[in-house]
């Protein structure tokens, strides 16, 4: 076998290879993403899980702020400048997010932020919604 041959040849292999691996990595992050299905689980009587409407937003500041630093103390020492009030909550409105929320004796105590936007290499279209903020207070 000359030269030329022998790297056609390992050529065609590594296409392959790669090939491969890509349809079984599409295969297996599909097989992640699935409708959402009932989940047989103990109830939480102790907590109250609601979507908190626009108007409520506010209530969910001290979190964030709280989630803010927690990036700040992580190893990745993502320093980000704490939001105001006002612009968490022109953010909110703007990117168009919604807030599920824990209470706990009427507290909040946990929230997902929602968002119509964020990153993903395996959905298109509008119907597919990021979790792009999640923090619960510790206690």
Do not use: W
Request: proline share 5%; net charge neutral.
């Amino acid at each position: 076998m000359n030269i030329l041959n022998f790297e056609k040849q390992h050529m065609k292999e590594a296409a392959a290879l790669a090939l491969a691996s890509y349809y079984e990595e599409r295969r297996f992050v599909k097989e992640l993403i699935r409708p959402m299905e009932f989940i047989d689980c103990k109830p939480c009587t102790d907590y109250d899980f609601v979507e908190l409407p626009k108007t409520e937003y506010h209530f969910v500041y001290p979190l964030h702020l709280a989630l803010n630093r927690h990036y700040c103390e992580s190893p990745f020492f993502m320093n980000r400048r704490p939001e105001t009030q006002e612009e968490f909550m022109a953010a909110s409105m703007q990117e168009g997010v919604r807030y599920f929320v824990a209470k706990q004796g009427g507290k909040l105590c946990a929230f997902l932020k929602i968002s119509p936007s964020g990153e993903a290499f395996v959905a298109t279209g509008n119907s597919y919604r990021h979790i792009t903020g999640a923090y619960g207070a510790q206690g």
